[in-house]
């Protein structure tokens, strides 16, 4: 049911641009009207109880100036006749009407009305009344969007001097004896705007069938055939077009969407006098036929989001008044025609997310008027055609997603409009030319997955605009000039992510910086930022280089940190928990570094309030698993999360664009990257430590956990029962540990052996080991308690001679074999270069 007495925001701003159109298209029905006159007392009192009929939801309503005493032709939305004084147009669109349209309105005391819109009101999806018939001198209906449901009444039918109907966007049914009144009566229709309405039921052997077009129906059944005079046809059904949909001869705009299926026929080539053809959002399949290009009035073709297949045809060069194509979202193929060189009067071409292939001809060059240029997601490649600089009008260029190579083209800077350059997903090879920085006006600019090698030009200092840089997944090896950022003073998003850069981390930044990605890199050394006061940064990522040091305490000024990961590099610090009060922090990973001692929190007040991921593995963190904070973990105690649970990616949007975050996440001893973090996902892994003790109990109370990983530590005592509350776990990991007694039937028997393997005092399924079986094997606790000491030993020698010679000297000298978070310490590191997650992260990206 929709009903808007209250709609979100972006819905808002909709409905009022919408209200704004319908306001200024009503103007234009209205507008050859005077209020010179005064109105006469009955309409004005008609208009004032028609007033009352209503509940109003904003004082923005036009029924507000309503008043008593006041000449009716002076109020919003009131139009009368110049010397009659009659009430004549009655424009209530957008004006926030709430109630049940009652059949015996004063409304329909105004019987010289011309002209009623009530568009966008909220009439509680009330029927439209019957008694509408009773206007019989009205030349313009709209009753569209939103306020009126059920069957549309055959009366409607009984408006002789109706020009032009609209019931769109709405819950009413057009039915087939109502709709061949429409045709039978409605002689002098030129506008029909049924978009949404329900037609389904309407006898197809009358509408649209091959047998019997609108035309040919109204020929044979009432041997005239006002339908063919029509201008617009606006409608939504799902029927095919027939091949009689030619002889609506006057047709100038047609409008088809949603269920429409089949084929295009080529009798559409007939309808000689159209300016506008929008067929779009369908099924409709086959190729485009050539017979289009007898349309030589078009302005704009809309052929978007369909299954077309096949070649554009090359006469389309023929509709040389198209300012606007869109074939967009459909499979077709084979090259670009330079026939579109013809089409001197495009302003927009969108041929995006077909299966295009070759270059793009030259002769794109001559479409000079071009606003909006998208080619990208199809298979075009060579090289970039350096015609591409005549396009001297582009404010975006998205060729991203394609297989360009060669290198990156410098577009002489003649390209002086242009804000937005993707160019991402291709295979563009060799250095960035340093002229790209001629383009001063880029604010965004993405060459992420490429071949690309060599330095980061220090020219890019003069792109003062740029708020968003993605140079990540490339062969990058040097920035040159690392402070040159610094000049960019209105930067938000830079991404240098897995590429091979070396040597220090730029330690001055740009304070509008929102995102900084240098993951996968093999920057090392201290992390030098000073991060002031007002810091910005929401999301910090330096997963995977060869920094040292300690953590920087400046971070508690970057008040808006969401994400901070550190993970896999050789940070030497104890627990961060000065991040505790941190608002919005949600994603914290220290994974793979050498962060030791105790976990645990430091004041009273809740900590962490939003944290959702905590990835402390393969550290040298000891003591009690840190119940304080889990217990005020209060973002993993909401399945649904912040978002009610829709599927929603955690990103960061500016000026210019969104940017989506992304996660390296172990599951079975393997590395992923998340290339999106849903505002649902929440993990714990404290896996690879000298954590001891019981699991509390409080863990339990993690309702929306989806992973939880104790593994390899020295956790001891029997499972606690809340474990079975965790609902949503979808992988679960307690092996090599201590643990002993019976495994909960709630939730484990869901959960393989391996998720328990190495606790020789647990019992049950899935295990093989049945409960009344259990022996404890002293040695094996032996074994387990010798792994245990080798640690503490290890940790002692480790601040006398460093980590890693104490390391091997505890297990050179006490000799208990080769411990597993040993392996994964120094033989299971993901390679720093980024070689092997690059590959991947392309195989997922790329179209096979």
């Given at each position: 049911?929709r ?13 009022v641009?919408?209200?704004l159109?319908?306001?200024f298209?009503s103007?234009?029905?209205?507008s ?7 109105c ?7 208009l004032l ?5 209503f ?6 309503s ?6 008593e005493?006041?000449d ?7 139009s009368?006749?110049?010397?009659t004084?009659?009430?004549?147009a009655l ?8 109630g049940?349209?009652?059949?015996n309105?004063?409304l329909?005391?105004?019987?010289n009305l011309q002209?009623l819109?009530l ?5 509680k999806?009330s029927?439209i009344?019957?008694e ?6 009205l ?5 569209s969007s939103?306020?009126?449901s ?6 409607i039918?009984?408006?002789?001097k109706?020009v ?19 045709v ?5 229709v030129r506008?029909?705007?049924l978009?949404?309405?329900?037609m ?21 059944k009432?041997?005239k ?5 029509l ?8 029927r095919r ?5 030619g002889?609506l001869?006057s047709?100038?705009?047609l409008s088809?969407?949603?269920n ?10 007939n ?8 067929l779009?959002?369908?099924n409709l399949?086959?190729?485009?036929p050539p017979?289009l290009?007898?349309?030589t009035?078009l ?6 989001n369909?299954q077309f297949?096949?070649?554009i045809?090359?006469s389309?060069?023929?509709l040389?008044q198209?300012?606007?194509l ?10 670009i025609?330079s ?5 001197t009067?495009?302003?927009s071409l ?11 001809p ?15 997601s199809n298979?075009?490649?060579g090289?970039i055609?350096?015609?591409?600089a005549?396009l ?15 290198p990156?083209?410098t577009?002489q ?6 804000t937005d350059?993707?160019?991402s997903s291709n295979n ?5 030319p ?12 993405d ?6 090698n ?10 003062v605009n740029?708020?968003y840089l ?5 062969h990058f ?9 610094s ?9 240098l ?5 070396i ?8 304070k509008s910086l929102s995102?900084?990605n ?10 030098a930022?000073?991060?002031?006061e007002g ?9 995977g ?28 610090d ?9 608002p ?9 570094n050498k962060f030791?001692g105790?976990?645990?929190s ?12 905590l ?14 904070y ?10 649904h999360?912040e ?7 955690m990103?960061?949007?500016t000026r210019?664009?969104?940017y989506?975050y ?5 599951w079975?001893?393997?590395e992923?990257e ?14 690879n430590?000298?954590?001891e003790g019981?699991i509390?109990?409080?863990?339990g109370?993690?309702s929306s956990?989806k ?23 979808e992988?679960l ?8 007694g019976?495994?909960p039937d ?5 959960f393989g052996?391996d998720?328990y393997?190495g606790?020789?005092g647990l019992?049950g ?8 079986e259990i022996?404890?094997p002293p040695?094996?606790?032996?074994e387990?308690?010798?792994l245990?000491?080798?640690?503490w030993?290890v940790?002692?020698?480790g601040?006398g001679c ?5 390391l ?8 208990t074999g ?6 994964s310490?120094f ?11 690059r590959k991947?992260?392309?195989l997922?990206?790329r179209r096979?």
């Open positions: 049911m009903i808007f007495t209250k709609l979100s925001a972006p819905l808002c701003l909709l409905f641009f919408l209200c159109k319908i306001a298209s103007s234009i029905h209205a050859s009207f005077s209020t010179t006159h005064l006469s007392h009955e309409e004005a009192l008609a109880q028609f007033k009352t009929s509940s109003v939801d904003d004082t923005a036009k029924i507000e100036s309503w008043r005493g006041i009716c032709c002076s109020w919003d939305g009131v009368c006749d110049n010397v004084g009659h009430v004549i424009n209530l669109s957008c004006s926030f009407l709430y049940t349209f009652p059949s309105s004063t329909f005391f105004l019987r002209s819109n568009a966008f009101n909220n009439f999806l029927k009344p019957s509408i018939s009773q206007f019989t001198r030349k313009h209906l709209d009753v939103f306020g009126f059920g069957q549309v009444q055959g009366e039918a009984h408006l002789p109706l032009s109907l609209n019931l769109s966007y709405s819950d009413l049914i057009l039915e087939t004896a109502t709709f061949r009144n429409l039978h009566n409605l002689s002098e506008e029909l705007v978009s949404g309405v329900n389904t039921s309407v006898n197809p052997r009358f509408f649209i069938d091959y047998s019997c077009s609108l035309g040919e129906c109204v020929k044979r009432l041997s055939h006002p339908l063919q005079q201008y617009i046809l606006d409608a939504d059904y799902g077009l027939p091949e009689s949909i002889d001869k047709l100038q705009s088809l969407s949603c429409l299926e089949g084929s295009i026929p080529a009798s559409m080539g309808l000689s006098q159209l300016t506008d053809l929008e779009y959002s369908s399949s086959g190729q485009i017979s290009a007898n349309l009035q302005t704009s073709l809309y052929l978007s369909n297949s096949g070649p045809p090359a389309i060069g023929n040389r198209l300012t606007s869109n074939l967009y979202s459909n499979n077709l193929s084979g090259q025609p026939s579109l060189a013809n089409l009067q495009l302003t969108y041929l995006s997310n077909n299966q295009f292939s070759g270059p793009i030259s002769s794109i060059g001559n479409l000079r008027q071009l606003t909006s240029l998208n080619l990208y298979n075009l490649s090289q055609s350096s015609s591409l005549n001297t009008q582009l404010p975006s260029l998205d060729l991203f997603n394609n297989q360009f190579s060669g990156i083209p577009f800077g003649n390209l002086s409009q242009l350059l993707d160019l563009f090879n060799r250095q960035i340093s002229s790209l920085a001629n383009l001063t006006q880029l604010t965004s600019l060459l992420s997955y490429n071949l690309l060599g330095s980061i030009p220090n020219s890019f200092a003069n792109l740029l708020s993605n140079l990540s997944s490339n090896s040097d920035l040159v000039v690392p402070d040159m950022f000049l960019l003073q209105n930067l938000e998003i830079l991404d992510s897995h590429n091979n850069l040597g220090k981390i730029p330690n001055c930044l740009p995102v900084l240098l993951q996968a890199n093999y920057f090392d050394g201290n992390i930022f000073e991060f002031l810091c910005g940064l929401r999301n910090l990522n330096l997963h280089n060869q920094m040292d040091g300690l953590l920087p305490r400046s971070l508690v000024n970057c008040r808006m940190l969401e994400v901070l990961d550190v993970g896999n590099n050789n940070i030497s104890t627990f961060p928990h000065w991040l505790e009060s941190l919005d922090l949600q994603v914290l990973v220290l994974r793979s030791h105790f976990v645990q430091t004041k009273e007040s809740p900590s962490f309030p939003k944290l959702r991921v990835d402390l593995s393969s550290n040298y963190f000891v003591g009690a698993l840190p119940v304080r889990i217990e005020n973990f209060n973002a993993m105690m909401d399945p999360g978002d009610g649970g829709s599927s929603e990616y990103m960061v949007s210019t664009n969104s989506q992304s996660l390296v996440v172990t079975k001893g393997f992923y998340l290339q999106g973090i849903l505002t649902v996902f929440s993990s714990i892994h404290l896996s430590n000298m954590f019981e509390p109990d409080v863990i109370n993690l956990l992973g939880l990983n104790l593994s390899h530590n020295n956790l001891t005592g029997h499972l606690p029962p809340s474990l079975g509350n965790l609902t949503n776990l992988w990991d307690l092996s090599s540990n201590a643990l002993t019976n495994i709630a939730l484990f028997n869901t052996n998720s393997e606790n020789l019992c399924i899935p295990l093989s080991k049945y409960c009344d022996e404890t040695s094996s606790f032996q387990k308690d010798e245990w000491r080798f640690g030993r940790v002692v020698l601040y460093g980590v890693v010679f104490g091997l000297m505890g297990y050179l000298v006490f000799g080769k411990p597993k978070w040993f392996v310490l033989d299971g590191r993901p390679s720093q270069s980024g070689t092997k997650m991947a992260r392309r997922v990206q096979s």
